[in-house]
């Protein structure tokens, strides 16, 4: 099995929407996946992830469902003097990485920035809807690994977000969540693959054999926009202060 871990396009935030760029941006996107042969299409139940999801299943003509749990990490804001407002997906990796040792498995939401109780309960549930959905797919999750149930080449699309698609890769990979948010980043329609490895009768692994790829955005001469990266707000605060 192959699952597609899509982020949305370029946001319209205030009105849960896609830019005009965005658009573009999920019109390429469609042009990229639709030779795949996608099998299920699942969205965020969020309205930019779902104008994003729709310009492909248009282009395919396929049906989609929704996951609840797809949605992004929101209203759990921190706001820290020198660093302004933040979700915790997008809490300054100086902050993180200056921990020594850094971050593992446990223990990892002691800091004061994850503190809200929200979130704890939000990385559960993504834990809780992952392996729910690849054991609908024949993988039922035991420790780490994944029982092949029913092992198959299925592609699977799930569009969502930036900072659900990287704690919902730290969950596949098992891997510390902060430094998985602090470590990388997903662009506006980028497309994240994740490998069911299988090596032996029983077992397979998630491997990442493709991160973040924005090939469709080169391909069709468009920008890859720095949406949720710091240097993003730097930018446009410059722009403001000319």
């Not at 090939?215 to 001469?221: F, N």
Request: glycine share 10%; hydrophobic share 40%; proline share 7%.
């Amino acid at each position: 099995m192959r699952l597609y871990i899509i982020r949305h396009g370029d946001p319209d935030y205030t009105n849960d929407t896609l830019t005009a760029d965005g658009l573009l941006e999920a019109g390429a996107l469609a042009e990229r996946l639709a030779p795949l042969g996608l099998d299920y299409i699942y969205s965020s139940p969020l309205g930019r992830a779902l104008a994003t999801m729709k310009a492909t299943a248009d282009r395919l003509g396929a049906e989609h469902r929704v996951l609840d749990w797809a949605s992004e990490i929101t209203g759990m804001y921190m706001t820290l003097d020198g660093y302004g407002t933040f979700a915790p997906f997008n809490t300054p990796g100086e902050l993180i990485l200056e921990q020594d040792p850094p971050p593992g498995a446990e223990g990892w939401l002691a800091p004061p920035y994850f503190a809200d109780e929200r979130l704890a309960d939000k990385i559960a549930e993504i834990g809780r809807g992952s392996d729910e959905l690849l054991r609908e797919h024949g993988y039922e999750r035991v420790g780490g690994r994944y029982r092949c149930v029913r092992p198959n080449g299925d592609k699977v699309a799930v569009f969502c977000h930036g900072g659900l698609g990287l704690t919902w890769l730290a969950h596949l990979l098992r891997l510390p969540v902060p430094l998985v948010w602090s470590s990388f980043w997903l662009a506006p329609t980028s497309v994240t693959t994740i490998f069911m490895d299988q090596r032996s009768e029983q077992w397979a692994v998630p491997r990442c054999i493709e991160l973040g790829d924005t090939s469709h955005l080169h391909a069709a001469g468009m920008p890859v926009k720095l949406r949720g990266i710091w240097k993003e707000r730097l930018d446009n605060q410059l722009a403001a202060e000319e």
